[in-house]
């Protein structure tokens, strides 16, 4: 079978003035999560460090909530092709995930679309490919002319996507 293609993401949000704590560049303190596309999934690998511990060598579970919610967000950017907001986020901890790590995957997926609400699942996965947390996801959907307008999407879905990494 073949492994399907990789696509990287641009963020197109990052300007100046730009400062979300999970995909910010340029937030010293933030995630600074990169995505990327491969098959149904969107994708992004993280570096946990002990900065985003709970416990002692464990990630914190707001801190996992929010990369399962970011990984929504630009899957129904990628995927949905519009943006929205978090209606509903209900994450299962299924194991510790340790700070340790050299990387992390976390990925998600849409479920379905139904009129203007996107389900999503996501999940995070450890070095070792266990699952550590996973997460139902509603969005309510902008209309995509209105999150164009507003600028909560790009006018040209393709300057989502990096020419070359």
Request: with cysteine.
């Amino acid at each position: 079978m073949e492994k399907p293609i990789r696509r990287y993401i641009n963020n197109v949000f990052a300007k100046d003035d730009y400062h979300c704590f999970a995909c910010s560049p340029t937030n010293e303190i933030g995630l600074r999560l990169h995505f990327f596309e491969e098959g149904d999934y969107v994708q992004a690998e993280w570096k946990p460090s002990k900065e985003y511990e709970g416990y002692p060598g464990t990630i914190h579970g707001g801190i996992q909530s929010t990369l399962l919610d970011e990984i929504g967000a630009w899957t129904l950017y990628i995927k949905g092709k519009s943006s929205g907001v978090t209606s509903r986020l209900q994450v299962r901890y299924r194991k510790q995930l340790e700070s340790t790590q050299s990387s992390v995957l976390v990925r998600g997926k849409i479920r379905e679309i139904k009129r203007n609400l996107c389900y999503i699942f996501a999940e995070i996965i450890n070095e070792a490919g266990e699952l550590c947390a996973e997460a139902e996801m509603v969005y309510f959907m902008f209309p995509q002319k209105e999150a164009i307008e507003k600028g909560w999407y790009p006018k040209n879905y393709d300057d989502f996507f990096k020419l070359e990494q």
